[in-house]
């Protein structure tokens, strides 16, 4: 089992602070309605994921090298003084986009130091399970948006950043002065080598076509709901209650990855053909069809990132920052371009259409991951930089 040590839940905490301000983001539309319209807001919470995808090689290598207590510290602190900046500032459209775009670098680091630690001084019984609970940070982030926008949206969004600043600062202070143990500083390492690099970009590109169809699911959900006839407010209860759904999801895929000593990547591949069923059933008219398109989409289609990392870096990949890096491209660029084109989608030719579309992205994630999947372990014990 994992070990709840003050490092695991400085871990926890660094990745929750670090994506945070994007679900405020989203949390609080009508609060910046004045800064970002519908466009802006979309564009600045692509901005976010488009970033990650983009630095996330160039982060692995910085973690690699500098080691992940640097990336910790620089992500939380980083992330505290460009929300300050935001309260501080009177700034327009322009600065948030900048400013999602600097936080996306931010928690790509903390995601590629997050990953350095759990491979490779975390405890090797039950790691999958820390990997997925360290992936339950995302709907967490979104559980603590949803708290405090409900809590302080009327103190202005100000108030809500300058919160959020406040936790990702006192996150960095313990970070600080939390003792971690001195692990012997590797060689500087080179690039992988484009062979054992393949089937890494490969299993990426199957990740980005899965949370391009899962962060389309997570942006448009309320939308789609009130779209069918529901109540706004029925929608966001559904939305928190999903989040709270989709953490044990998460945890339970990395209690069954523990139990089981191979066929990770065709369970990843089993969770993603089941969201593709959910997704499906979406595009239905009936409502007993939305719930359990719901539940299938928050148990599998989007819990299974963190058995992905798990997969990926327990097939004793040598430089762990660096495999990540690579493999996280696809699910930060899928998560930029997901909402965009649904939101295109949906404009053109109304949500069953969209749902479709996202149900086949996600069918066709399955199958690359599962190709992805099957050239990694036929690679053998691990992979070395060239």
């Known amino acids: 089992m994992i070990s709840l040590s003050p490092r695991f839940a400085t871990v926890m905490s660094v990745l929750t602070v670090c994506i945070l301000p994007m679900f405020l983001l989203a949390a609080l539309p009508s609060r910046l309605s004045g800064v970002l319209d519908h466009a802006w807001l979309g564009a600045a919470i692509a901005a976010f994921w488009a970033s990650s995808g983009l630095t996330s090689v160039a982060a692995g290598r910085l973690v690699s090298g500098r080691g992940p207590r640097w990336g910790f510290l620089l992500s939380s602190a980083g992330t505290c003084a460009v929300l300050l900046v935001l ?11 900048v400013a999602m775009v600097t936080i996306g670098f931010l928690y790509s680091l903390a995601t590629c130091a997050a990953n350095v630690v759990l491979s490779e001084r975390g405890p090797r019984p039950g790691q999958g399970l820390a990997f997925s609970v360290k992936q339950s940070t995302v709907p967490l982030a979104g559980l603590v948006a949803g708290v405090v926008a409900a809590t302080l949206a009327g103190d ?9 600043a406040g936790l990702a600062g006192l996150v960095g202070l313990v970070c600080s002065v939390l003792p971690w143990e001195a692990a012997a500083r590797a060689p500087a390492r080179g690039l992988l080598s484009m062979r054992n690099a393949r089937p890494l970009l490969v299993i990426s590109c199957g990740a980005c076509l899965g949370t391009a169809a899962a962060n389309a699911f997570g942006a448009f959900l309320v939308s789609g709901l009130v779209a069918h006839g529901w109540s706004e407010h029925t929608g966001a209860l559904v939305l928190a209650l ?13 209690l069954l990855v523990d139990k089981v000593s191979s066929g ?30 719901m539940l299938l989409m928050y148990l599998a289609g989007w819990s299974w990132p963190g058995i992905l990392q798990f997969s990926v870096i327990s097939r004793q990949v040598t430089d762990a920052a660096q495999a990540t890096g690579i493999v996280q491209v696809g699910p930060f660029v899928g998560g ?23 149900a086949v992205s996600a069918a066709l994630a399955a199958l690359v991951v599962f190709t992805g999947g099957r050239v990694l372990d036929g690679h053998g014990a691990g992979f070395s930089a060239s």
């Open 87 to 97: 309260c501080a500032v009177r700034g327009g459209r322009v600065l948030f986009v």
């Open 156 to 164: 202005g969004w100000r108030t809500c950043l300058a919160v959020a």
């Open 264 to 293: 990770h990547f065709v369970i990843i591949c089993l969770m993603l053909v089941l969201g593709a069923c959910g997704l499906a059933l979406l595009a239905s008219g009936s409502s007993v069809a939305l719930v359990i398109g």
């Open 336 to 358: 930029a371009l997901g909402p965009m084109v649904f939101g295109q989608l949906v404009a053109l030719d109304g949500y069953p259409q969209a749902w479709i579309v996202a």
């Open 242 to 254: 999903g989040n709270a759904v989709g953490i044990g999801g998460r945890v339970i895929a990395g």
